[in-house]
């Protein structure tokens, strides 16, 4: 996806966003809820493919990130009651750029101690880092602890879902094919050959880890007001490896492609749940056929670029 179409993307989904919610009462409530999933799992998709796609790493703790700015945000937004819809505003924008804050600052003391790793060996420190954060959470009983914490307002909605999944696809997009983009893609793909050019591998790894971190505690706060309910149990390892798969089914690099496998990945459960008891070997089933059938990524038609 270049500029031009990130743009057009991100002014069409506000305007989108913006109509939807003002006619929200007239959908129905249960998919209306799906559309958010959809929504916040792009955001986590588009950021996780920066670093795993563009940047050429292996995480396995987004779903910790996450859990930073779910929990940051709503510890935030429960000090206050009712609100009229502009400081209600007010207080989100502020929750959800606070818990991508501490998100980020989160993925800057993981990654400039560990991103001279390559590989498993990144993947195992990530995994470790993301099993931290949930423990850490789950023995806090100022946040709930193992019970959970309850999220006084249920402020996510169409247009704050899909307008942070297009300021997400945006800011990666543009960050990308500008200047500075070019070194992570080429740390991608030949970290000896960018060092020996003058490129400091470890800065834009960090740099890539920062950013994919803020838009993943985005991603955390909105779900937190979506759900009104969140848990410790509820970032856990399977919900990495989930962001993971859509980044990989989307085809590593391809922005428009990981979109779409969101998108996809959040959906099939859906319509599995008439087959409840067989859904999970179904949905793990196919997973396994469109992975060696076209392990390139279900939606990469070409040669994977930075032209995408």
């Not at 740099?207 to 505690?217: K, L, S, W």
Request: proline share 2%; glycine share 12%; net charge positive.
């Amino acid at each position: 996806m270049n500029i031009r179409h990130a743009k057009t993307f991100l002014l069409g989904a506000l305007a989108l966003g913006f109509l939807v919610s003002v006619a929200a009462s007239h959908f129905n409530s249960y998919w209306l809820f799906i559309t958010y999933d959809i929504a916040i799992n792009v955001i986590l998709a588009v950021s996780l493919n920066l670093i795993n796609g563009y940047t050429g790493q292996f995480s396995l703790g987004h779903a910790g990130f996450m859990a930073v700015g779910a929990y940051t945000a709503a510890v935030i937004t429960n000090q206050f009651g009712d609100l009229n819809p502009f400081a209600a505003g007010a207080v989100f924008s502020g929750a959800l750029l606070a818990g991508g804050a501490l998100a980020a600052g989160a993925g800057l003391l993981v990654g400039i101690p560990t991103l001279r790793l390559r590989g498993d060996y990144l993947a195992i420190v990530t995994l470790g880092f993301g099993e931290i954060i949930r423990v850490i959470f789950q023995n806090m009983q100022g946040v709930g602890g193992a019970r959970g914490l309850s999220v006084a307002h249920g402020w996510t909605d169409f247009f704050w879902a899909f307008g942070a999944a297009a300021a997400a696809v945006y800011v990666v997009a543009a960050l990308v094919h500008s200047t500075y983009g070019r070194g992570f893609l080429a740390v991608r793909d030949d970290e000896v050959a960018a060092s020996a050019m003058g490129i400091n591998p470890v800065r834009y790894k960090v740099t890539a880890f920062v950013v994919g971190a803020f838009f993943a505690g985005v991603a955390g706060g909105l779900y937190a007001h979506s759900k009104q309910f969140i848990t410790p149990g509820g970032f856990n390892f399977m919900q990495s490896v989930s962001i993971v798969v859509m980044v990989i089914l989307g085809g590593m690099g391809n922005t428009v492609g990981v979109i779409l496998a969101a998108v996809l990945l959040t959906l099939l459960p859906e319509f599995l749940r008439p087959i409840a008891e067989y859904r999970m070997i179904l949905y793990s089933l196919l997973l396994v056929v469109l992975m060696l059938a076209r392990p390139q990524g279900l939606f990469t038609f070409r040669k994977q670029g930075d032209a995408k």
